[in-house]
């Protein structure tokens, strides 16, 4: 995700940089235009907000010295500014919306010193690490079945429902059944260690 200051700042510097990771040029426009788009709708709602809540101030005025005419002329002016506040703040929610979900696809700006390149298949191997490497162990291999990911393997064994975590929490989240419930709680209880404080006046529990 990039800083969309840093973008406001130095659109060319953070366009190129991008480029580099395979973000078009276009798509950052379109992220710019929606960024002006968006503090013009906040600009023009919060100077309605405002213009309204001097109007009503000004109605009370106006009903406390007794001039209806005013007060009402005053209050329909206030309806009005209100309903176009009401329709500039939507704009601006949906603006935003759509600003927030093409920023949440752009990756953040690269090092310099990094290769360019779309994904991984583009990085370049500096070095390799393994478990007793120091001692002269082999570079690990792994059978196929090995290279399942955890998510499939909590599916075949009916722990996780990723599904319906889905459903009820949004994408990414899975709802644990039977022992990974039972596997969770273990681990949490493990975790929570009881710390006593005790302070002049009494000693409670807290856990970290």
């Known amino acids: 995700m990039i800083d969309l200051v840093e973008l406001r700042r ?9 480029a580099r990771r395979g ?19 906040l600009q023009e709602a919060e100077g309605l907000r405002a213009r309204v ?9 106006a009903r406390r010295n007794k001039d209806a005419a005013t007060a009402e002329t005053l209050a329909l002016t206030s309806r009005g500014l209100g309903d176009q506040e009401r329709v500039a703040s939507e704009s601006t ?3 935003a919306a759509a ?24 990085n370049v191997e500096l070095r390799r690490w393994w478990v ?3 001692q002269g162990a082999p570079f690990p291999t792994y059978a196929d079945h090995q290279r399942v ?40 209880s493990s975790r929570s260690i009881a710390t006593r404080v005790t302070t002049k006046r009494s000693t409670r529990r807290a856990s970290p």
């Open 149 to 188: 990911p955890h998510w499939e393997i909590g599916t075949q064994l009916g722990i996780l429902d990723m599904e319906s975590g889905a459903k009820l929490a949004g994408s990414m989240f899975a709802l644990y059944r039977g022992a990974g419930s039972r596997l969770v709680r273990a681990l949490g």
């Open 10 to 18: 130095e659109p060319d510097t953070v366009k190129a940089a991008l």
């Open 53 to 61: 809540k001097d109007l009503s101030r000004q109605v009370g005025e």
């Open 99 to 122: 600003l927030r979900d093409l920023v949440l696809m752009i990756p953040n700006v690269p090092d310099p010193k990094v290769p360019d390149g779309l994904d991984e298949n583009d």
């Open 132 to 134: 007793g490497m120091d």
């Open 93 to 95: 929610d949906v603006v």
């Open 23 to 41: 973000v078009s040029l276009a798509t950052m426009d379109e992220i710019l235009a929606l960024d002006v788009e968006h503090r013009r709708l």
